[in-house]
């Protein structure tokens, strides 16, 4: 009953907070839209005229870099309404399922993070450098808290070592393969894998990943059977590895558990069962 109200609590501080996300989403977005080396032709199919259309959308994107709550509203619509409920739906299960503690409340922040990185990315394709970098500095925070204080808790556990395996796992995977393949994944998508690694373990950040692989992956086969990309056109991955995150910090522990037994169950002789 205690995690039931805490978790109704926090659903309501999460949908208001998330309200007031929605302009940073949008500033953050402006932002990066008014840079000067800011490039809307990403897949490199735009014609001349989109491009004119492109530059003068800049000067624009100037004047929304501190646009208000009430204009943010009204350009978003029910987008608007939506980022607050998935705020209150994912504020929520981080009350249940760590209650009132300090791992609530960094959580409530590495979500609200990877929103803003999400929808930024989505309108973008860019994530914002400044965002990976406080996601760095919340594991920075964790790592000092264990070695203060002892805990059998989530993130308190992480030993130094497994978050350096972390930071390099599935970052240094994916750059490898952007020097290989050149495009195959955008700087912003390594330095969250970075961030997040080191924050999560390596644990946590190979199961966000391969969610988020798995994501990327079936959004892509949608859209181009939909015809919506062609084969060669960009599809902003970080919102998928950001799903991938937070089902990790959600579920991971039980994704992960599930597969052991799986094994298990497949290789009796070896396990004894």
Known sequence: LLMLVVAIIMAVIGFIAY????????????????????????DGTMTEAEKIAAEEEKLLEREKRKIG???????????FYVV??????????????????????????????????????LDTMEIPPQLNYIILGLGIICLIISFIHKSDSYLFS???????????CISGFLLIVTLLVRGAFGG?????????????????IVVGFLIGLFIGAAVGIFL??????????HIP??????????????????????????????????YGG
């Open 19 to 42: 309200l007031f996300i929605n302009v940073i989403i949008r500033r953050m977005t402006a932002v990066v839209r008014s840079r000067e080396d800011y490039d809307a032709d990403v």
């Open 69 to 79: 709550f009430q204009e943010t509203r009204e350009e978003y619509g029910i987008r």
């Open 84 to 121: 607050a409920i998935l705020g209150g739906i994912l504020s929520s299960l981080v009350g249940y399922l760590f209650g009132f503690s300090l791992e609530s409340i960094i959580f409530f922040v590495f979500f609200a993070l990877l929103t803003i990185i999400a929808f930024v990315d």
């Open 158 to 168: 992480i030993t130094w070592y497994e978050r350096l395996i972390g930071f390099v």
């Open 188 to 204: 912003g998508d390594i330095k969250l894998m970075a961030a997040a690694g080191f924050l999560l373990g390596w644990k946590g």
């Open 224 to 233: 181009m059977a939909r015809k919506k990309k062609g084969g060669k056109e």
């Open 237 to 270: 991955f970080g919102p998928s590895l950001c799903i991938g995150l937070i089902c990790a910090v959600l579920f991971g522990n039980q994704l992960v558990n599930w597969y052991i037994d799986l094994l298990k169950s497949m290789m009796p002789n070896t």
